[in-house]
């Protein structure tokens, strides 16, 4: 199989998607970013193809236009003559206590980080069965490994993208269709910069490096970064509710 570089990348008009552009790119990747700022993905492309010298595409996308996450799978295909990978980043944060009447809060949340996601993983996921070959990346988060207060529907959200990504690494177990579930912990973006503590907080560079070395590698499932999320992750679903209650 040739070396797969030619990745859509979603909500990478800002933050993680933005930097991992910048990251794929100067490794020899060709890329379509997707977003709904199409002006910031014009401005980060030419960027890119001047610094890189590398195929870029822009697509406009609003990931709650199911239909469109179809279509923009296919046209990236088109755009870069082939598609190998496709990584589902975009997505929104809504910090907030559930019954506080933002229900269409929590809906946009889900529309978005779950359904918008899955809407494209699947197209993908159609086409690489298809052509035998590629790489489905998710950026899920610690916060889906137990539901956490003030973050009823973004881990909701994470939480189901989690458990859609198990499903797919199951299904397409053996085949050369691999699988990449990213759980950051606290990045340096604007989702998270008005929302109170953000412990082990990193930037947001040194956060897509690490995002982009598990791409390459093909990880199948990575916290970013490992230390401590790797042990907090795990041991999040076996706390106590009295002892979580009480630290968060
Ligand atoms: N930063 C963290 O600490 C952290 C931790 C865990 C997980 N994550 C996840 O990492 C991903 C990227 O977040 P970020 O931190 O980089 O936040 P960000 O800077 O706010 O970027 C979010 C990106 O998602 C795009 N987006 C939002 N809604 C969209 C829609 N309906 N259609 C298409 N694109 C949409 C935005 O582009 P437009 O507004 O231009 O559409 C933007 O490019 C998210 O899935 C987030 O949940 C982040």
């Not at 492309?45 to 799978?73: K, M, N």
């Not at 994470?158 to 990045?187: N, R, V, W």
């Not at 040194?206 to 982009?212: E, P, W, Y």
């Amino acid at each position: 199989m040739a070396e797969a570089r030619r990745y859509l990348l979603t909500g990478a008009s800002s933050g993680i998607g933005e930097a991992l552009a910048r990251q794929l790119a100067s490794q020899g990747y060709d890329l379509a970013l997707a977003a709904r700022r199409e002006d910031n993905l014009q401005l980060l492309a030419g960027e890119l193809r001047q610094a890189h010298g590398r195929s870029i595409a822009v697509l406009q996308l609003d990931v709650t236009d199911y239909a469109a996450c179809q279509l923009a799978v296919e046209h990236a295909r088109e755009a870069l003559g082939g598609l190998d990978g496709v990584i589902a980043n975009a997505g929104v944060g809504f910090a907030g206590k559930a019954g506080s009447g933002r229900f269409q809060r929590y809906r946009q949340t889900l529309e978005t980080n779950l359904i918008g996601a899955i809407a494209c993983l699947d197209a993908a996921t159609e086409l690489f069965r298809r052509q035998g070959h590629g790489h489905l990346v998710a950026i899920a988060s610690v916060a889906g490994k137990r539901g956490l207060p003030a973050s009823a529907g973004y881990s909701a959200s994470k939480a189901g993208l989690i458990s859609h990504m198990q499903s797919l690494d199951l299904e397409l177990y053996g085949s050369d269709i691999a699988t990449t579930t990213i759980l950051p912990g606290y990045i340096d973006t604007p989702i998270n910069q008005d929302s109170g503590p953000r412990p082990f907080l990193i930037d947001v560079d040194q956060g897509a490096r690490l995002i982009a070395r598990h791409i390459g590698k093909r990880s199948r499932s990575a916290y970013v970064p490992g230390w401590p999320w790797a042990v907090i992750g795990r041991l999040l679903p076996c706390l106590p509710t009295w002892l979580l209650a009480r630290a968060l």
